[in-house]
């Protein structure tokens, strides 16, 4: 079934690096997402990386995937007070591109 | 470029009442779909429209029903609300290509009371 786990919630100091992992179940995704949602806000795709991919990289953000274990995590570098935000991870589904499948959320609480 | 648009961004309803939220999409984009967020079961997946049909939904009962106009603006109905259809009702619109980046609005939180 398609079920996609995340641990609650994350606090570090700023200018550390920070981790988010994620867990997935269903290995036909195609996709993997990371979005962020702001207080009040809606979810703002932060960062996808294609199924046969490893790794990805952008300015501060880092994405690894471990295929074989089902694995993706989310690296920060250099975290900041303006990061602090809930980090959803999501997968696509076959042939929908407008139904991904969420995980419960990270929340990355940023300590001055 | 405006970004996803949905109104009204807060309402109170009572419980058996019925809701219409709307939405619209990014110009250009053909695809809205809408979420149920709540703290407890997280982000779900409502339903899915592409040019004015229903491609996809999710586990949700039949009070919750969907459209889509011509035009791509959205609404989704949900009737005979009940406490636990309290939440923010996100919508997002995409392009309909991959990698399927949605673009999400700033949501409709619901309170049912």
């Known amino acids: 079934g398609e079920d996609v786990e995340q641990s609650l919630f994350l606090s570090v100091r700023e200018g550390d690096s920070s981790v988010i992992n994620c867990t997935y179940t269903?290995?036909?995704?195609?996709?993997l997402y990371w979005y962020k949602q702001e207080p009040g806000a809606g979810l703002q795709l932060l960062t996808y990386?294609?199924?046969?991919?490893d790794m990805k990289q952008d300015q501060r953000l880092t994405v690894l995937l471990n295929k074989k274990d089902k694995h993706l995590s989310l690296r920060i570098a250099d975290t900041q007070t303006g990061d602090s935000a809930i980090y959803f991870c999501a997968e696509s589904t076959p042939g929908n591109t407008g139904k991904l499948i969420f995980g419960q959320g990270t929340t990355l609480q940023v300590k001055p | 470029k405006a970004g996803v648009t949905q109104t009204p961004r807060y309402l109170i309803k009572t419980r058996g009442q019925q809701v219409t939220l709307s939405c619209s999409p990014i110009?250009?984009?053909?695809?809205v779909s809408w979420y149920q967020q709540t703290p407890g079961q997280g982000l779900q997946f409502l339903f899915e429209?592409?040019?004015?049909?229903?491609?996809n939904k999710g586990n949700f009962p039949g009070r919750f029903s969907g459209r889509q106009f011509s035009n791509s603006r959205s609404e989704m109905n949900v009737s005979t609300l009940e406490l636990g259809d309290s939440a923010l009702y996100l919508c997002a619109s995409s392009l309909d290509v991959s990698p399927g980046e949605l673009f999400f609005g700033e949501g409709s939180r619901l309170t049912v009371l």
């Open positions: 990386i294609f199924s046969n991919m």
């Open positions: 269903d290995s036909s995704s195609t996709y």
């Open positions: 429209y592409f040019s004015e049909t229903q491609r």
């Open positions: 110009s250009g984009h053909r695809s």
